[in-house]
Nanobody, 127 residues
Framework: VQLQACGGGLVQAGGSLRLSCAVS????????MGWFRQAPGKEREFVSA?????????NYADSVKGRFTIYRDNAMSTLYLQMNSLKPEDTAVYYCAADDSPPMFGTRRFSSGYDYWGQGTLVTVSS
């Protein structure tokens, strides 16, 4: 299984970016998927997650709720994170992750619950 994240870049505060994560390997729809981020000098933290198949269940960190939207396109085997109203504190390397034993209902918020990781894409938000 390979995950390839892209879409990061430099944006001004208040701007938007859309991250993508292309997944190859087993059937994409069978994975629960998540986004995590790691800012300089800080630990990796949960950003958002989406359940397998149709993505009925989504979950967001309080810090991004209402600004970020996670969604998936199973036909394209791609996970997305639409980020709006970006703030300087959103600056981090963003990682996508795949859970190959996802719960029947709901999502996972802990990084230890994910089995495969992308290489990360850097998002820099200037003030």
């Amino acid at each position: 299984v390979q995950l390839q994240a892209c879409g990061g870049g430099l944006v001004q505060a208040g701007g938007s970016l859309r991250l993508s994560c292309a997944v190859s390997g087993r059937t994409f729809s069978s994975y629960g998927m998540g986004w995590f981020r790691q800012a300089p000098g800080k630990e990796r933290e949960f950003v958002s997650a989406i359940s397998r198949s149709g993505g009925t269940y989504t979950n967001y960190a309080d810090s991004v709720k209402g600004r970020f939207t996670i969604y998936r396109d199973n036909a394209m085997s791609t996970l997305y994170l639409q980020m709006n109203s970006l703030k300087p504190e959103d600056t981090a390397v963003y990682y996508c992750a795949a859970d190959d034993s996802p719960p029947m209902f709901g999502t996972r918020r802990f990084s230890s619950g994910y089995d495969y990781w992308g290489q990360g894409t850097l998002v820099t938000v200037s003030s």
